[in-house]
């Protein structure tokens, strides 16, 4: 059995069933030795995402089984056909062969309060198609699911209405074939076949900026779209108007319809989306593996699930239980280990800058002197080391609704109190 047949029943367990059969089954082996293997793909766009979205986590595989400096490589076509001789316009392939991520539902969309108005405005398109929110206008930091947005918008219109043509592309795609068509004078094609398609999602919009050409064409081709009632959808990394280079003119359309921002997630939702993504491959996670992940990987959800796939591999290659000591053997060169700061620490902090003892402040007194202290290190400790609420209200020894009120309470003083709202930004400066 060659490496990477050998390599297949970890990475399907790792993916599972559906997104291995759309990612890992078309590829093929190009070459192999004994520190590397070189994968190959006829579709661009499956070498695209294997290569941007898969390819770490089966290196990770890889590497555990046959060595820390093993290397996987994926090759595929950058473009077929160079002179467009007898060959079918580049912009209707790229439209017919593109696949949607089965995985990326709304369904395994775990929504918290950073991204539910964005998800909200998803699916309301998903009901009104070039009728509500149109263009659809997502952005937010890289790893947050707005790709994930994008593809679940499809897979849903694709049970619901499946004669509707819909087209998902990265820009940086989009870009490639209009240089293409430019490139072999079949600008019309370009033309007709993306003004013909009922819903056209893009992601990274970003990537058009600066570039003239395109934007004129993108341009003529929005208007198209959006003047026949046809849904456009975006995502980008920034807000329109802070996109630079990017023409006026673009700028107003994109505000026309709704701008909705993604956040990084909040302690709870990454435990959800971690708890989500484990279930979707098989597993169930002990919470404090959970909690461990989670407070470690804060601002990407992408990041949060490779650590996911990266503890699963390491494990079942161990044949142990996915533990706490399990995670921090697989991730130790990814994340930091414990955090150097404890709720102790905070609550010392604080007792020293009010001049009073910690025993006052973990007391039962509710005097003002005291009481406002105890808000400020229940805010502090939620703020800075993202802990629950019932977990800082057994530190306290309080309800957690209590400390719910505390840090609601610290909040709106931030708002209303410029002195205090000073305060508590240099208490946060010091613990870095």
Excluded at 50 to 78: N, Q, Y
Excluded at 82 to 111: Q, Y
């Amino acid at each position: 059995m060659d490496r990477w047949q050998h390599l297949l029943p970890n990475i399907r367990q790792m993916l599972g069933d559906e997104e291995f059969a759309t990612w890992i089954a078309p590829l093929g082996v190009l070459g192999s030795s004994a520190d590397s293997v070189t994968l190959e793909t006829d579709n661009v766009i499956v070498r695209d995402w294997v290569r941007d979205h898969l390819l770490r986590d089966i290196e990770t595989v890889a590497r555990s089984h046959f060595g820390a400096e093993f290397k996987v490589l994926i090759t595929g076509p950058e473009s077929t056909n160079p002179d467009g001789v007898g060959a079918t316009a580049p912009s209707s392939r790229a439209l017919a062969e593109h696949p949607f991520n089965p995985s990326f539902t709304f369904d395994r969309f775990v929504i918290g309060p950073s991204n539910q108005f964005a998800a909200a405005a998803a699916e309301a398109v998903t009901e009104r198609p070039g009728k509500a929110y149109n263009p659809l206008y997502l952005y937010g930091g890289s790893g947050l699911g707005k790709t994930h947005l994008l593809h679940a918008i499809a897979n849903r219109l694709r049970g619901s209405l499946p004669r509707l043509k819909v087209v998902y592309m990265t820009t940086e795609q989009f870009v490639n074939e209009l240089i293409n068509c430019i490139r072999r004078k079949q600008m019309d094609a370009f033309r007709q076949t993306f003004r013909a398609v009922d819903m056209l999602l893009l992601d990274d919009i970003q990537f058009i900026a600066g570039k003239e050409r395109t934007q004129e064409e993108f341009f003529h081709t929005f208007n198209t779209l959006q003047s026949s009632g046809r849904q456009v959808v975006f995502t980008s990394d920034a807000r329109p108007a802070d996109i630079p280079g990017l023409e006026e003119r673009l700028r107003s359309r994109f505000l026309q319809g709704l701008i909705a921002d993604i956040q990084p997630p909040d302690l709870e939702t990454r435990c959800a989306i971690l708890r989500e993504k484990a279930r979707a491959i098989g597993h169930e996670l002990p919470e404090d593996v959970v909690l461990f992940i989670s407070r470690r990987v804060q601002n990407n959800v992408r990041e949060l699930e490779g650590c996911l796939n990266r503890t699963i591999a390491y494990a079942h290659l161990k044949s142990s239980k996915i533990t706490i000591d399990v995670v921090r053997m697989a991730l130790f060169e990814l994340v930091p280990d414990e955090r150097a700061i404890t709720p102790s620490d905070i609550i010392r902090f604080v007792a020293q800058h009010y001049g009073i003892r910690v025993a006052d402040i973990k007391g039962r007194s509710n005097r003002r002197s005291i009481a406002l202290p105890r808000q400020v290190a229940m805010y502090l400790i939620r703020n800075i080391l993202e802990l629950s609420f019932p977990e800082i209200g057994k530190i306290f020894s309080k309800h957690h609704s209590t400390v719910m009120y505390a840090v609601d309470a610290v909040h709106k003083m931030r708002q209303s109190n410029p002195d205090f709202d000073a305060s508590l930004t240099s208490f946060r400066e010091h613990f870095g």
